[in-house]
Structure formats: C-alpha cells, structure tokens
C-alpha cells in the first residue's frame, strides 16, 4: 500500500492509458446497437442518466452533462424523433420539463446496458470484494477530485 504514496509519472501515465482503454472497450461494445438507430455515444449518455434519474429536469442532465444547451438540444430533439424519451412540463413550476425514457427508449436502454454489463459483470466476477470497493473508492475520487 505505501508504494501507492509515491506513484511515479510513468505509473500515473499507465494507469490514464489503462482509464482510456477501458472507457474505450466497454463503449465500442455498444456501438452496433447504437448505430442500428443512428445514434451515438452522446444519445447513449443522455439514455443512461434519464434511466438512472426517471424525471430528471434538462437543467440537471446538464449540470452531470457538462455540455451545452445547444448540445443537449441537438441530442435530445434526436431522441424525440426516434420515440425514445419524452418531457412532462413540472405541476408546481410550468418552465421545467421532466424527462423519461419512453417504452421505446426503455427498450434501447437495456439492449445497451446488456451488451455493457456482460463486459463489466465480468471484470467484476473475476476481482475479489475488496479489489471492487477499492476500485469504486479510487473511481470516485477520480470523479470528485478538484484540480
């Protein structure tokens, strides 16, 4: 555990060599089912975090987002035109739209998550408890770390 306390810069580099490998592979594994609807990775990011966040206002997709209105327009006007989620306008405060994943989009969202899940429930399966906790912690910070 103290060699993590004096990691070098060749073994950070490995490890963002090892994130951008991983992101990559468990991605492309989706691809085919997102270009079977003429959709790409922005849609699928859109798709997840509607699914995870059922009625999340497009204020909020864009703060997790980071990305801007015209960008999230752009994607969200496709998804409407593939019948995949649709907004309910807030009943306390008109201005804000709630979006959901119709049955269509629902149905998209767990052919993806298939295809992602067997790579991930894998990798999982084959680590042992304190190997995934540790990696979760790790990730997190990774997430939540300032510069």
Do not use: C, P, W
Not at 37 to 50: F, R, T
Not at 59 to 73: P, V
Not at 109 to 120: G, P, S, T
Request: aromatic share 10%.
């Amino acid at each position: 555990m103290r060699e993590l306390l004096y990691l070098k810069d060749d073994q950070i580099k490995d490890f963002i060599e090892k994130l951008f490998m991983a992101y990559r592979e468990s991605f492309s594994d989706t691809k085919l089912a997102l270009n079977k609807h003429s959709l790409g990775l922005a849609h699928h990011k859109v798709i997840h975090l509607v699914s995870m966040y059922n009625g999340i206002t497009i204020s909020d997709l864009l703060k997790k987002l980071k990305i801007t209105k015209q960008s999230l327009n752009r994607v969200l006007n496709n998804l409407i035109k593939t019948k995949s989620i649709f907004f309910e306008k807030d009943k306390k405060d008109g201005r804000l739209k709630h979006i959901y994943l119709s049955e269509a989009g629902l149905k998209l969202f767990n052919e993806i998550f298939f295809i992602q899940k067997k790579r991930i429930y894998k990798a999982l399966l084959n680590s042992s408890s304190k190997e995934v906790l540790y990696f979760n912690n790790v990730i997190k910070k990774i997430i939540n770390g300032k510069i």
